[in-house]
């Protein structure tokens, strides 16, 4: 199986800076690794897939990267709305592991 | 407008059965795949289970399999998780979701979750 690590597990960051998270897989998954977002007393919210294509009504400054085993999730000016927990999760294969995620603050 | 609303959550004792449901509405359901996802209290989110759009091919994680069975019913518009011999450590929101495809693994539309307690 699959196995998904983020790093840092939290963070806290001020309004406009540049955010960026990081995943691993323990294998490779090519381009099949999803970003979701999830806010406090929100259901989950699927931001990225296929590493890079944000979905439909994901705003410009959220932006994903990367191949293989390691990916980036950055947010080009972080905003009071993207406080949330992210998670990274592979689709290449069942099981469809997310990592543990990590918890984003306004500093 | 996807909508899914799950429902059968509650509390249970610790090796007791629940049958959770998730019906659908605002798009064709027997044409997508549909996911079972759970956050126990305090911890991330945790992909339990899939369905093919035809039921003819499920997936399970390693903490459901041999004790959670997923099943639909095209003409329902549901989707249903048997859960037999609960534990404790099954105490979550368990989320249904809606792939974008008929197998992709991805979730792009969710329930607003039901909540399911393990306690004796």
């Known amino acids: 199986d699959i196995q998904m690590t983020q790093s840092p597990s939290s963070l806290s960051a001020s309004v406009g800076d540049r955010v960026t998270i990081t995943c691993r897989a323990s294998q490779g998954v090519g381009n099949y690794l999803a970003w979701y977002q999830h806010k406090p007393g929100e259901i989950p919210r699927l931001l990225i897939f296929a590493a890079s294509t944000l979905q439909s009504g994901v705003p410009s400054r959220f932006s994903g990267s990367g191949s293989g085993t390691e990916f980036t999730l950055t947010i080009s000016s972080l905003q009071p709305d993207d406080v949330a927990v992210y998670y990274c999760q592979q689709y290449k294969s069942a099981p469809y592991a997310f990592a543990q995620g990590t918890n984003l603050e306004i500093k | 407008q996807v909508q899914l609303v799950e429902s059968g959550g509650g509390v249970v004792q610790p090796g007791g059965s629940l049958r959770l449901s998730c019906t659908a509405s605002g798009f064709r359901f027997s044409d997508f795949g549909m996911h079972w996802v759970r956050q126990a209290p305090g911890k991330g989110l945790e992909w339990v289970t899939f369905?093919?759009?035809?039921?003819?091919?499920?997936y399970y994680a390693d903490s459901a399999k041999g004790r959670f069975t997923i099943s639909r019913d095209n003409s329902k518009n549901t989707v249903y998780l048997q859960m037999n011999s609960l534990k404790t450590a099954d105490t979550a929101a368990y989320y249904c979701?809606?792939?974008?495809?008929?197998?992709?693994?991805?979730?792009?539309?969710w329930g607003q979750g039901t909540l399911v307690i393990v306690s004796s």
């Open positions: 369905i093919r759009y035809d039921g003819r091919i499920t």
């Open positions: 979701a809606k792939d974008p495809k008929w197998l992709s693994g991805l979730m792009e539309s």
